[in-house]
């Protein structure tokens, strides 16, 4: 059954003030869990006697080049605290030439087969860069050739959709390698006034049954800014998911 969690990097500035009371109000909501990008000082074991006790899962945790490099042994023992094993690259600099981006690849690929002979999952997650094409093709293309044991991908819709992708058509393609996505919304393309989702233009009515469709196990709503209560705006997107999660496929 699919599930519907929070990338809490949406509400990172609250989770810095007030971390245990953050999560305390996604699951009240009515989350089933969280993605995480950072435990704010914490350690592993107290941050899973919190989401036990409010009934949050962990659906995996981001993390950037320069910590996969150096902390893997430290992320690895944190995962396996945290009851997930699910480790993401959640960012790379935007390749701006085919050369540029055939070296992301290779960089993307080594850190995999570290990431995975450390006994965990290693996922990508793409911004608007990895689509744009090259004389190679994108970036994504390049990684959705990899074998599918070696990577699997949290697509973003939003940020897909906003590079002119079609997300249900992406969706198709990485059928069954996309077990995590992110649902973020945006009013219009090219602008980054990032909203709640249901209350922009990427369509999430279809989006959300394609994603059903194609075996997603996660949907991770995501809002990179907020206006206003930051839980407020989750609480409207998660009110519209479940709105689009009983719309026919």
């Not at 245990?20 to 089933?32: F, M, P, S, T, W």
């Not at 002979?117 to 390049?142: C, Y």
């Not at 002119?164 to 090219?190: C, F, I, N, T």
Request: aromatic share 8%; charged share 25%.
């Amino acid at each position: 059954m699919t599930q519907v969690g929070l990338m809490l990097y949406t509400l990172r500035e609250e989770c810095a003030d007030d971390f245990e009371g953050v999560l305390r109000g996604v699951a009240e909501v009515g989350y089933d869990g969280v993605e995480l990008f950072d435990l704010h000082g914490f350690a592993a074991a107290e941050v899973r006697s919190w989401l036990d006790g409010l009934g949050l899962a962990v659906a995996g945790r981001h993390a950037g080049l320069d910590a996969l490099d150096t902390s893997l042994p430290e992320l690895a023992a944190e995962l396996s605290v945290l009851g997930s094993d699910r480790l993401v690259l959640s960012w790379i600099e935007p390749p701006t030439s085919d050369t540029e981006a055939r070296a992301a690849v290779e960089t993307i690929a080594a850190v995999a087969q570290r990431v995975n002979a450390a006994g965990l999952r290693f996922g990508f997650h793409n911004h608007w860069a990895e689509l744009e094409r090259f004389e190679g093709g994108s970036v994504l293309d390049s990684l959705l050739a990899l074998p599918a044991n070696d990577i699997w991908f949290e697509l973003d819709l939003g940020w897909a959709w906003d590079a002119g992708v079609d997300p249900v058509e992406l969706l198709e393609r990485a059928r069954g390698r996309s077990p995590l996505v992110h649902v973020k919304d945006l009013r219009a393309r090219g602008t980054r006034e990032f909203c709640p989702v249901g209350d922009g233009a990427v369509g999430y009515d279809r989006v959300v049954p394609a994603a059903l469709a194609a075996g997603v196990e996660w949907l991770l709503v995501e809002q990179d800014e907020t206006e206003g209560s930051g839980l407020d705006a989750v609480k409207r997107s998660f009110d519209a998911v479940q709105r689009f999660l009983k719309v026919p496929a």
